[in-house]
């Protein structure tokens, strides 16, 4: 460790939320700046549950820039990660020379260490690149002393990444300037308007990993005149009905356009030449179970979204969660005990009419589902004041040997 104590480093440690799309992104026209051929509506979804944690530390005593993910050292020559680097940088030199005395100047010149892992296995196939990259933005942006929108930097990391820059419901505006700068999130109401919003997420037990969404979508731009239509035609009048039902709470009206807009998304992509399939079987299984559910109820109390995987996520109510995940129990009886099963906010227990069980009238599908996350909306990246949190040493490299 050095001697002198202006070797020490500077670190920051924050941590970023995940989002789920219930208007989908899917297609950019440009791919080097991520953007968009469509504007998207996400719920950020509560750090308690899923989370990325990022230390960042810069020192002169540092040789080059590094980055270690979920334990191993990682590329940092990545090209998304290039561009997060070095527009916070640029963004920092701006503000110094606009003379923001809050940019910490000596740092700008210094290289930084990244150390980043999520409270969530990354074997669960839940989209981790949306809360790593807004977290590494929102980190660095600390470090070196930035502040404001940073949701146009996180974009260039992954596209959905910019919308887990905000807390509970948020859009990210497609913009239409070349250069991006109007291609930014914004949030549309705060994790505190809807409380009794629910969210539960299906992990399903997947066989084979998925096309990953960068190439999926680049296929569906070339070959889909569905996704042509959906994103010119369909999208921009489901922004405003979105925003509109989120605001009034209105429930059905969230839970319809969900499904609608999951369902054209996966459209999309068996619109796609060669077609990719995100769903399978047990997909398939959760979205007959959701609608007969509803219907057995004659009303909408449940909606599902899957984004470029096979798990399903659940948006309903607080006091339908009980019935609901026990149902979800019952029809994909797993191998674990209850307590291993329902992970997350405590879930009460619920009793399941004989009545009930008919009339969903599906066959059982056992372990189709290894385990449900329990969550709600959540606020968006926080900064983690207690130093002991830091996952880089004081020397600046990670705690374990990794
Ligand atoms: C289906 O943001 O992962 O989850 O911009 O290429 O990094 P890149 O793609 P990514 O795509 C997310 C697609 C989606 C829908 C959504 O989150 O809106």
């Given at each position: 460790m050095p001697e002198d104590r202006t070797e020490q480093p500077h670190i920051v440690t924050c941590t970023a939320p995940v989002n789920i799309a219930v208007i989908k992104y899917w297609g950019k026209r440009n791919e080097d700046i991520i953007l968009p051929i469509n504007s998207s509506l996400s719920v950020t979804l509560h750090q308690d549950q899923l989370k990325t944690t990022t230390t960042v530390a810069t020192s002169r005593s540092f040789q080059e820039d590094r980055i270690w993910l979920n334990g191993k050292e990682e590329d940092i020559t990545h090209p998304r990660l290039q561009s997060c680097l070095r527009e916070i940088r640029r963004l920092a030199r701006k503000r110094r020379n606009d003379?923001?005395?809050?940019?910490d100047s000596a740092s700008l010149s210094h290289k930084v260490h990244i150390c980043s892992v999520n409270n969530?296995?990354?074997?669960?196939?839940?989209?981790s690149s949306a809360a790593g990259f807004a977290c590494l933005v929102y980190s660095l942006a600390r470090v070196f002393g930035v502040e404001g929108e940073l949701s146009g930097i996180a974009r260039q990391g992954?596209?959905?990444?910019?919308?887990?820059?905000?807390?509970?419901f948020v859009q990210w505006i497609m913009g239409n300037k070349e250069d991006g700068k109007d291609s930014l999130a914004q949030q549309v109401?705060?994790?505190?308007?809807?409380?009794e919003l629910r969210i539960l997420v299906l992990v399903a037990s997947a066989e084979r990993k998925p096309v990953g969404s960068t190439s999926g979508m680049q296929t569906s731009v070339k070959t889909s005149c569905l996704l042509k239509h959906r994103a010119e035609s369909v999208v921009p009048g489901r922004m405003v009905e979105m925003t509109e039902a989120i605001r009034k709470k209105d429930f059905a009206a969230f839970a319809e356009l969900t499904m609608k807009d999951s369902n054209q998304f996966h459209a999309t992509c068996l619109d796609t030449y060669p077609p990719i399939f995100y769903l399978n079987h047990v997909s398939q299984q959760i979205i007959s179970l959701v609608h007969r559910y509803n219907k057995h109820y004659g009303e909408t109390r449940v909606a599902y979204t899957f984004d470029a995987g096979p798990n399903a996520v659940i948006f309903t109510l607080q006091q339908h969660v009980p019935e609901f995940v026990h149902m979800v129990q019952f029809f994909f009886?797993?191998?674990?005990n209850e307590a291993d099963f329902i992970k997350g906010l405590p879930v009460n227990c619920a009793s399941l009419s004989e009545e009930l069980k008919q009339g969903i009238g599906l066959e059982p599908m056992p372990k189709g589902i290894n385990y449900i996350i329990s969550t709600k909306a959540g606020p968006g990246p926080r900064v983690?004041?207690?130093?002991?949190?830091?996952?880089?040493?004081s020397d600046g490299f990670p705690k374990k040997t990794m």
């Open positions: 003379g923001d005395s809050g940019v969530f296995p990354t074997a669960a196939g839940l989209a992954s596209g959905s990444a910019c919308r887990s820059m905000y807390g509970g109401e705060p994790e505190t308007h809807w409380p009886p797993p191998e674990t983690v004041e207690d130093p002991t949190q830091h996952l880089l040493l």
